[in-house]
């Protein structure tokens, strides 16, 4: 009894799982998918192809504009190249892109999303070619639905082997970005490539066909956070791609007059590439691609109405829009009062203002500090164990690690000399000596040189626990080119 009572409550209780309905966007021509192919083609155009333009950087060096090059931990970027101490300036480089992105959101809602976000753009790719391969939505549902006959079984291999291809391009250009674009092709067609090669090579073909031809819109909706965060980069004067409810409401036939402008006929809801109903407002499904706007204004075109019943807009002229026709009977006079009662958007106020100054603000630091990039740097690293030594004349010796960092393509000999407490005597071992008995060390052009030095205190010499001491790089006129401080350690007093 007591388990049909619990067979009873199961059967009745909701089920909070739902199984994914494929999304399948109908195509659509117009102003904005225009623009989204002009940026798709353009992005696209330098992912391929910015692994094979060249710098010449001189002998030695790797020609490639845009090149990590892992093996020797440089990352070239045309003229510029920063080494592994350098990451601040790619931390710099991630906060100018965060607070541009915050500022376009503020300005024109997800535009990152439905323009130039990487997971739109190579979706955008693979859903022109499965319309190409299984025809536009009715076909493609027609097809989902039918026998998996020889007809089903032929259409999906070509458009997964499309896909494939495509991924595998992808992959493979990823893959240049990180080793010489020319070497590394000629090594994976002939087989010659490492492991580790072929390994990503796989990893990022893999997620290219997975994320932009099966998840689709789910990375959008689930896996990508931004959706979550982007709602407090907006305000009322952001324009974002809204349905103009006080125009189109009271949905209704196009013969009939008391109606709206709406019709209903839910093109807009075919051609989003998430499924979403624009018509029922802001929505965290929506990238803001505004394709519902070329397929509502082709209705309203063919219809014989004005077009803009969904359009990019302001929550505040939304507003101003629906207080001033309400009450009114659709037609023309409500189309005029609601059209009078927007304002131009608001692009300069107090949100734009400060992304504005925060992005002059880094970019001045990252600039000044470029412009004040040291070419040549010092570092000491003083021995842990044992922190000093004692001499058998009872003296005091400490051991330290020098590494010279040259940035430049042209190598050097320079004159180590060391400031501190007088009498204190420096020797590096490997290094020769100059009339006056200091260390000449050689910097190597684009590289680390590193030394051993030891810095010794005679028995006479009485000093506290610690003292300062600088290590000094001097050229052939005595002038100072790196510096670096340390201390010398001795016993208690």
Known sequence: MMQAERKGEAAATPSLYASHVKVQPRAVSGPVRRAKWTVLFLLLGLYYAVPWLR????????????????????????????????????????????????????????????????????????????????????????????????????????????????????????????????????????????????????????????????????????????????GAMLDENSLVVSYREWRGERRGKPSDATAGDCVDCKACVHVCPTGIDIRDGQQLECIGCGLCIDACDDVMGRLGREKGLIAFETLSNLAASAAATKGMEPGPARRAAGMAARTAPRFLRVRTLIYAGALGAVAAVMLGAWVMRETLTISVLPDRAPLFVRLSDGGIRNAYTLKLANKLREGGTLTLEIRGPADLSLMVPEAPHDPQGRPLLHARPDAIASYRAFVSAPPTLHLPERVEVTFRLLDAEGRVQASATSAFLGPRP
Request: proline share 5%; charged share 15%; aromatic share 14%.
């Open 55 to 230: 710098w010449n950087r001189g002998p030695g060096v790797p020609d490639q504009a845009v090149l990590a090059d892992m093996a020797h931990a440089r990352l070239f970027l045309g003229p510029i190249e920063i080494w592994p101490q350098e990451v601040y300036y790619l931390v710099g480089l991630l906060i100018l892109a965060a607070i541009g992105l915050f500022a376009a959101t503020s300005l024109f809602g997800r535009v990152w999303c439905g323009f130039a976000c990487p997971q739109t753009v190579w979706t955008d790719l693979f859903m022109w070619v499965e319309r190409k391969v299984e025809g536009d939505r009715n076909a493609r549902i027609k097809l989902d639905a039918g026998p998996r006959d020889a007809a089903w079984w032929r259409k999906k291999a070509a458009k997964h082997a499309a896909w494939l291809t495509i991924a595998m391009a992808t992959g493979g250009a990823w893959i240049m970005y990180f080793n010489d674009a020319p070497t590394v092709t000629r090594e994976m067609l002939t087989g010659e490539a490492s492991l580790t090669v072929y390994g990503f090579f796989a990893l990022f073909t893999g997620t290219t066909w997975l994320l932009a031809g099966g998840a689709r819109e789910q990375v959008c909706t689930y896996m990508c956070p931004w959706p979550r965060i982007q």
